[in-house]
T-cell receptor
Framework: DADVTQTPRNRITKTGKRIMLECSQTKGHDRMYWYRQDPGLGLRLIYY???????NKGEISDGYSVSRQAQAKFSLSLESAIPNQTALYFC?????????????FGPGTRLTVL | GEDVEQSLFLSVREGDSSVINCTYTDSSSTYLYWYKQEPGAGLQLLTY?????DMKQDQRLTVLLNKKDKHLSLRIADTQTGDSAIYFC????????????FGKGTRLSVIA
């Protein structure tokens, strides 16, 4: 089974709709992240969380919100979707401060806003 | 600058070596990473280097780190069609708990 899972994998929605993307991890990591990927722009950080009581904005948080329901779950919401939020969204996790601090990524959610 | 910089595209012939370059921003960064993204998939860690090293070799992969110039490179020897992917450079900056900072990715195309 995958360590970091995302649901749904693909979603098509209409402008103005509220959308939630879910992320779960079985790695026991405290740190979780949401990124979006757009062609030519690479990965941009939306929100991140160091534990269930800690939420931080990334570089492009406007139009998004998150919820850390448990250590293993971190969901991303688009309150009122707009077409320029069409992108590939990735969740990632990272362990503690020892070791190489690798970030593990989920398989991604492709979101299309019409 | 503030960004991790990479060229966007690289095209090589099968069997040749590929060299993907990256410049990062924080001279105190502790770890530098190369991630690979295959079509339709998430990012996977390919290799990493700790900042007290100049070079790291792992089979066909060689990572070179020039701390003075804040320059990182990834060399893939005997490039295969399966190496076609997007390669992201990332740095872990020294400022505590900040997330990894990623470059925009280099799309490597391998021509048979």
């Amino acid at each position: 089974d995958a360590d970091v899972t995302q649901t749904p994998r693909n979603r098509i929605t209409k402008t103005g709709k509220r959308i939630m993307l879910e992320c779960s991890q079985t790695k026991g990591h405290d740190r979780m992240y949401w990124y979006r990927q757009d062609p030519g722009l690479g990965l941009r950080l939306i929100y991140y969380s160091f534990d269930v009581k800690d939420i931080n904005k990334g570089e492009i948080s406007d139009g998004y919100s998150v919820s850390r329901q448990a250590q293993a779950k971190f969901s991303l919401s688009l309150e009122s979707a707009i077409p320029n939020q069409t992108a590939l969204y990735f969740c990632a996790t990272r362990g503690g401060i020892t070791g190489n601090n690798e970030q593990f990524f989920g398989p991604g959610t492709r979101l299309t806003v019409l | 600058g503030e960004d991790v910089e990479q060229s966007l595209f690289l095209s090589v012939r099968e069997g040749d070596s590929s060299v993907i370059n990256c410049t990062y921003t924080d001279s105190s960064s502790t770890y530098l990473y190369w991630y690979k993204q295959e079509p339709g998939a998430g990012l996977q860690l390919l290799t990493y280097i700790f900042s007290n090293m100049d070079m790291k070799q792992d089979q066909r992969l060689t990572v070179l780190l020039n701390k003075k110039d804040k320059h990182l490179s990834l060399r893939i020897a005997d490039t295969q069609t399966g190496d076609s992917a997007i390669y992201f450079c990332a740095e872990r900056r020294s400022s505590g708990n900040t997330p990894l900072v990623f470059g925009k990715g280099t799309r490597l195309s391998v021509i048979a």
